[in-house]
């Protein structure tokens, strides 16, 4: 057993390996994750406050995610902890985290079996994703006996009053609480984002040892390099297997000027309906718009705001990203994003870009923009879950067509600023975003979120596609759930 | 009267010119706020959709702050506003603004005349502030007679049963809710933003002039050049004016080792519970640290939070600035970071580093920080308003303690990154900043937020200084209100 003594020599030379480590993650650009987990009287607040002591402050942040706001729960609920994450070069303390609430409803046996599984599940993945972003995710988790809990509980009075309802269960039966915090901790104990036991009977020795297996983990870790491009292990998607449905795509269809007007009125006049509805009703419409250069994916959106109050929906341009987006997982933009219950979020341009510009001019890594498949599907399975409605367009046109708006855009004065460098070395490699937009539709089209590839070469008959195909959604969704 | 076909004419070159307005707008950085104003049923969501589908998207947002939520709600009122600020080169079109609630309230008779003028006087300060910072703030006031107004509110039961309660007095009294209207307009009118009125009862000519006006502002009307330093009319302060209270701060003030274990014990206690009545009392403790280099303020900070449960607290490090923040006014990443009610947001520099570090070394033009004082002064009583408690820290310390300090991180291997040539070239211009410390001091020592000067030259003194204010503060703020 230490002596006092001995303690403070090591947390001496812990404080200034530990203040080292950080540096040298700010310079690597590397973020770290570390979970505070245990029971209620473990201990977390204190070793919370002993970190923040140690390390540096202009590097750390704390999250404490304890009042919940309406802005929290009008979005899927990882969105809490996408607000916290820290950019690159820092380290966020998670007092409260994604196990928080887990860990209290399985204690209260509010959980069945297959939802407890499906939250591991979810846990599982998120951390998984951290950490092939390049995050370090660092999980603590305090022992402590029963006595000492309640003891360190009873001494805190203030603390005590402000403990959750929930956390009672503890007090009740202490050891079918345990178990059911163990059933967690198992269940998460990854190789990417190990759980780490610090035995925290003592406060002193619980702070030291916490403090050293962080250090340990920091200076020895590396997550996968985040983002490098290994231009030998390039892999040109999956072509040979890929049914080619954009060949299916109706590309001759036409509407009549005056059917148009007809059919967009109609569908406008849904929209409007529905838009309220969806409010009253609290559900969210999240609607991408993907497509070639000139596909018409900002005139499409204009005829899909239109009808729509400005109150209940906001557009998202996919513009180059600012450096704190650009500090966080190519995710982040769009969670940060996202409206709030009962309002729609219209994205010119979405996630997607990861599986097609950044795979094609190899701005990411294969194996990066390869699991991102999985990462969206993932996250567009949260929107739902969230009772969110999700719909995706693939404005599709001709090479042909694209052409003559490309002339078009060159020729009109006010239409040149459309128009750049970009778009024709984009269309030169048509081949290539095909393959790319080939994958992402046999990848990415779920049961829930289905790509709809919009008929483009005319476009009235592709707004009034895309119009009609909204209104199907809302209708279907609006009356489920 | 124009007809139709010329509207068509005029609407045809009018979005023309309007992209290319922009397109300037974003070329030289110029950030525009439009304030879309009038009585329900005039016509303002039609025109922001129409300004939507003329305007370019990608610089363009709607703020449509209807549903309000309990984050807004834990801050000053602007903060939702200031959450929408467009950076430079953007506009943001406010369907709902800072007018909103004073419109519907004074409609209602609900603001005596003084409250009135306050609002109309913090109305005017907050638009004045983004001028001068060079915004260009557009505001129009769509006029429509009752009978039009009403006939277009029964024409649209959806948005009309989604009308606030408070709306109902326009067609009670409509003639007293538009005087109403009018002494807000009226009292608002100011020339750095001015009031454009809009004939609104015809919806295709509103938006056309609507239009037209919003293009004549931004091709003609600039802004002062933000924050261009001209070094000819460098201004040196107001030294002969000080009285030199930092003089008169007793840096020889010491306390013993037991002396300072003892009190500082008794004052962490005590700010342990305060913190937790602030915590019920849903009120919030602002708390500044500014100091000179090496004055202790990070180790001061650290004894302040050592205390507080980690739930309860943040502290801001006031690092160099992202693209996000240096694209808006210099308070926005302040507001960012204010906490919600009953948390304390402890700031480790902040937005006095306005008229120290960018006065002093010319980063701020001066009549930008000469202005500073009394958008700061404005800024904090906000805060108060609000309910917070706001303590300013000056950490006082003299030249030959800084010195015996940076040479003490000079040769102290763990301490060394601590000091950087930028700390020895503050140090060569320390009567500039002392300068800029007293003015600083005289002019935004307000009754409410008063500045404490600290006696920095012993760590001890000063950290039991810093922690008996904080509790005084706390106390007795916790007592008013």
Known sequence: ??????????????????LQAQFDLAQREQSVVVVIGGLPGAGKSELVHRLNEWLDPRFLATCALWMHSDEEEDRPYFWRFWRHMPPHGRITLFLDSWYTRTLYENAADKLDPLALQTRLAQINAFERMLYDDGTLVVKLWLEVDRMTAQQRLAEDALRLAHLPASAERWSQDYEAATNAANAIVAGTDAAQAAWQRIPAQDADKRDIIAGETLLTLLTTQT????AAVNHNSWFAGSEELQNNVLADVPLDAQLSKSDYATLLEAEQHKLQALAWRAHDERRSLIAVFEGWDAAGKGSAIRRVTAPMDPRLYRVVQSAAPSDEEQAHH????????????????????????????ERVEQFAAPQAWQRAYDEINQFEQQLQDHGCIVVKFWLHISPAEQLRRFQDRQNTPHKQHKITDD???????????????????????????????????????????????????????????
């Open 223 to 226: 997550p996968p390099v985040r």
């Open 330 to 357: 190519y995710l982040w933009r769009y969670w940060r994003n996202l409206e709030r219950s009962g309002r729609a979020t219209l994205f010119d341009r979405s996630w997607y870009g990861r599986v097609l510009v």
């Open 1 to 18: 057993m230490p002596t006092s003594s001995n303690l403070k020599t090591r947390e001496k030379s812990l404080r200034r390996d530990l």
């Open 423 to 481: 778009d024709w070395r984009n269309r030169a490699r048509w081949a290539d975003y095909e393959s790319a937009v080939l994958d992402m539709v046999e990848l990415t089209s779920t049961a829930a979120a289905p790509w709809t590839l919009v008929a483009g070469n005319d476009k009235r008959y592709a707004r009034v596609q895309i119009l009609q195909t909204l209104c199907a959604a809302l209708e279907q969704g609006l009356s489920t759930q």
